[in-house]
């Protein structure tokens, strides 16, 4: 394998990981699904004309087309909606992270119901030590548990990353990154958009936190974090790709330390430990 290629899971994660970092930023000064909404009309914006200019290929009939939308609703909208809210309701981002931190055993347990993967002992050992790593991670941050109402967004966003992995994996693993996204992102911005009108005020301090994390998240989280997911979904398993959400705590905890100044204690040090390890047995090729 390249090592351009053996260095892609670990951009994703890094990227990945700044999505919370965005989120901490912009949420003061908008609605979840209004900020959401925002950014999908954005990507929209940029991405549509690329497409054209560049002549992307566009899917080659519309069952394809409806599969990438479907996608598109579970990665995006309720994901991303998911954890956007809970945050928004006052759910701790640790808790929010050990939540959606349970999608890589999800996803192996529907893994060998939808694809046929077959998940080795040393993979279900290493996705519980991960889990046990993520745990720790974020152990010092979990604080009260906090109701019922915060927790169901963060349950809804766990549901539709697991979902929308392992349906991408099943019916449209492969797809242009440019017309794709167009797709994926015009049925998540009508049903964000509707969402939106109908429980939110829509309203937006347009400070320059709020526009510092609107772009980032554009550009470095759907057009970079994205674009590498589908990539990893397209060439690796359910499984594996999902191993590297693991990886997300740790290093969001790493950036929180670095930008904002926040400690990190003993368990969590032990907790990055354990996750890296984790992955690194999840990732095992199976026999």
């Not at 004309?49 to 002549?55: D, E, I, N, S, V």
């Not at 958009?193 to 005020?201: D, F, G, H, I, K």
Request: net charge positive; aromatic share 10%; glycine share 10%.
């Amino acid at each position: 394998m390249p090592r351009s290629s053996r260095l892609l899971p670990l951009l994703f994660v890094f990227l990945w990981s700044t999505g919370f970092v965005g989120a901490k930023f912009g949420l003061p000064y908008a609605e979840p699904l209004t900020f959401l909404l925002v950014r999908y009309l954005l990507i929209l914006t940029l991405m549509t004309p690329f497409a054209l200019a560049t002549r992307a290929p566009w899917p080659s009939d519309v069952r394809q087309s409806v599969h990438i939308g479907v996608s598109g609703l579970l990665v995006h909208a309720l994901y991303l909606g998911g954890v956007f809210m809970a945050i928004k309701r006052g759910l701790p981002a640790g808790v929010t992270a050990l939540v959606v931190g349970m999608q890589p055993l999800l996803t192996a347990c529907g893994a060998g119901l939808v694809l046929g993967e077959r998940v080795s002992l040393r993979q279900w050992a290493g996705l519980l030590l991960g889990f046990v790593g993520v745990a720790l991670v974020v152990s010092d941050k979990l604080g009260d548990v906090p109701l019922l109402g915060m927790l169901l967004p963060a349950f809804a966003a766990l549901c539709g990353i697991t979902l929308g992995t392992l349906y991408q994996k099943r019916f449209c693993p492969h797809f242009d990154l440019r017309t794709g996204s167009l797709i994926q992102f015009l049925p998540t911005a009508v049903v964000t958009a509707l969402l939106a009108w109908q429980t939110e005020s829509m309203h937006i301090e347009w400070t320059a936190e709020f526009t510092f994390a609107l772009l980032w998240l554009v550009l470095v989280l759907s057009f970079g974090a994205i674009s590498l997911l589908n990539l990893l979904i397209r060439s690796g398993s359910a499984v594996n790709v999902a191993s590297l959400f693991y990886l997300t705590p740790p290093s969001t905890a790493l950036i929180a330390w670095f930008v904002f100044g926040e400690t990190l204690g003993g368990p969590a040090v032990a907790g990055m430990a354990l996750a890296v390890g984790g992955v690194y047995l999840a990732r095992a090729r199976t026999a």
